[in-house]
């Protein structure tokens, strides 16, 4: 697999790393074969995965441990991010944020312990808190770069004055934002001003929550407890009205011979050579067919006729309040 480096301080990766979030929380059959997990992730490497994404929130805590422990006997080989700055089960809403130097230097302590690991690769705040200054919380994350607990900063759904004034404070590797056909808010701003700065970009959920892969068509294939049930975006006419993106989508697939989520990869590994998308799966078949993308090759007219797809109806998520502050 082809390699790219994120950020201006040299940190290379695959180009196409994992998500392991829905190996542990929020999608239909999380949790429930650990087994496959372990498979997948032992399979990712052995096919050229380096990056791997998790985060203290996911489970919580049992995806850090679950990656840890597939990652044990291989740790030289990947290349491990973590997140942290969520508070679950706190305030009215069931979720808080948290990034002061307390709760930075809180966060860390327990990553390490479950990852198994001295270091994380590449250490996230997941969510900005707005209660402390930014320069305060990367102020703390650069003080675990020094001492040797975390080797690479970045943010996830920060806006773009954010980004700078974090990256005025300690530079940052990468910024993590939901991108691809699906959501592709970044292009404006946010996009813009990483390259601007010299800080890669690692696009989550680059299958749109896996609705690109055209196997969703209706909510009654997901488990009750599944998080997508209460996305705007699945839920009555709009994913009705959705469903016109995979079609156009599942339209090149059928012109390339591929799958239509390899056509969806494709077309963001088209978008530029700093860009490292993290799609998530806790099953072999779909992972293998995930970094297959990387060898597909879309032309102008198939780039163009993707581009020109209109955009999804509804919000990415049912509260938007915690996203590029």
Not at 116 to 141: C, F, K, Q
Request: glycine share 10%.
């Amino acid at each position: 697999m082809k390699h790219i480096k994120l950020g201006s301080q040299g940190l290379e990766v695959a180009r196409i790393g994992l998500g392991c979030m829905g190996m542990s929380a929020f999608y239909t059959g999380s949790g429930q074969n650990e087994a496959e997990s372990l498979r997948t992730i032992h399979r990712a490497i052995d096919l050229g995965v380096t990056l791997f994404d998790t985060a203290e929130m996911y489970g919580p805590h049992t995806n850090e441990v679950l990656l840890g422990r597939a990652l044990n006997d291989r740790r030289d080989e990947v290349t491990i991010a973590t997140k942290f700055g969520i508070v679950p089960n706190n305030g009215a809403s069931g979720r808080g944020y948290d990034g002061s130097p307390a709760n930075v230097r809180r966060s860390i302590e327990g990553s390490l312990q479950r990852l198994g690991v001295d270091a994380v690769d590449l250490y996230y705040l997941h969510r900005v808190d707005p209660s402390t200054p930014i320069e305060d919380t990367v102020g703390a994350m650069g003080e675990l770069v020094a001492e040797g607990k975390v080797k690479y900063l970045g943010l996830s759904e920060a806006a773009p004055e954010t980004i700078r004034r974090a990256h005025a404070t300690h530079p940052l590797t990468a910024v993590q934002t939901e991108y691809s056909l699906w959501t592709r808010d970044p292009e404006a701003e946010v996009l813009p001003t990483v390259r601007e700065l010299g800080i890669g970009f690692v696009p989550y959920s680059p299958l749109g929550r896996g609705f690109l892969t055209g196997a969703i068509r209706s909510v009654d294939q997901l488990d009750e407890n599944d998080f997508r049930r209460f996305n705007p975006r699945f839920e009555g006419d709009s994913l009705q009205a959705n469903i016109r993106i995979v079609e156009q989508v599942e339209a090149v697939a059928q012109q390339v011979d591929a799958m239509p989520g390899q056509v969806a990869l494709a077309w963001l590994l088209a978008q530029g050579e700093d860009i490292a998308p993290i799609p998530g799966t806790k099953q072999v078949r779909y992972l293998e067919q995930n970094v297959a993308a990387d060898a597909v090759t879309l032309t102008p007219d198939q780039l163009a006729a993707l581009n020109a797809v209109a955009a999804p109806v509804g919000e990415r998520y049912p509260d938007m309040s915690s996203i590029n502050r």
